[in-house]
């Protein structure tokens, strides 16, 4: 099972707020990525981070690799609604480790 | 660069059929990785192929398998198949194992 704890579940915001979530882990990650995905379609790249305390920016979205290196962050500044659909979390414990995956954070954009 | 191709987008397939589902990796690519998704579920790691050796595995039974090839293209095979095998496959592909992982579109594989 899955040992990414991602929260929250869903957020639903109205146009111009900002979203942050995050996720945590019972084991220490060497790398964090942040993906988003669209209905019908496999998840996109957002933001890879590789060392504790990296904040990463890519346009409106922030993600930064917690110091303890079992949590990591996402933020959207100035939600659009294009913003819509569902956020992953992933880490990895070593090199040749699996990808762990959390459960994903609905983002519904209202105008 | 072409991105991760995945063959074919949509499947319907009765119970106790097999299928296998296709993907080509990004050029220079040599992990792939492939992942169960369904709502309940979330993403679910079937298993991972690095130079054509399997190289982590998920909790799936043996009915679920795969292989790559020396092009670095990888194929997944499910046999005897069950209603809740009805979810979206993907595949994913990276430089080295399981870092920076990008995905293909999927494969929506329904089961009738």
């Known amino acids: 099972g899955q040992q990414l704890n991602q929260s929250p579940q869903s957020m639903f915001i109205q146009e111009g707020e900002d979203v942050s979530m995050n996720c945590t882990s019972s084991?220490?990650?060497?790398?964090w990525l942040w993906y988003k995905q669209d209905p019908g379609e496999g998840p996109v790249l957002l933001i890879a981070?590789?060392?504790?305390?990296e904040l990463t920016s890519n346009g409106r979205l922030t993600a930064q690799f917690g110091i303890t290196r079992k949590d990591s962050f996402l933020n959207i500044s100035a939600s659009i609604p294009s913003d819509v659909g569902i956020y992953f979390c992933?880490?990895?414990?070593?090199?040749?480790?699996?990808?762990?995956f959390g459960a994903g954070t609905q983002v519904v954009v209202t105008p | 660069k072409a991105g991760v191709t995945q063959t074919p987008r949509y499947l319907i397939k009765t119970r106790g059929q097999q299928v296998t589902l296709s993907c080509s990796p990004i050029?220079?690519?040599?992990?792939v990785s492939w992942y169960q998704q369904t709502p309940g579920q979330g993403l679910q790691f079937l298993f991972e192929?690095?130079?054509?050796?399997?190289?982590n595995k998920g909790n799936f039974p043996g009915r679920f398998s795969g292989r790559q090839f020396s092009n670095s293209r990888s194929e997944m095979n499910v046999s005897t198949l069950e209603l809740g095998d009805s979810a979206l496959y993907l595949c994913?592909?990276?430089?080295?194992?399981?870092?920076?992982?990008?995905f293909g579109q999927g494969t929506r594989l329904t089961v009738v």
């Open positions: 994913a592909s990276s430089w080295q194992v399981n870092t920076e992982a990008f």
């Open positions: 084991s220490i990650f060497n790398t």
């Open positions: 981070l590789y060392k504790a305390g």
């Open positions: 992933a880490g990895q414990a070593d090199s040749w480790g699996k990808l762990q």
């Open positions: 050029s220079g690519h040599r992990s």
């Open positions: 192929y690095f130079s054509e050796t399997q190289r």
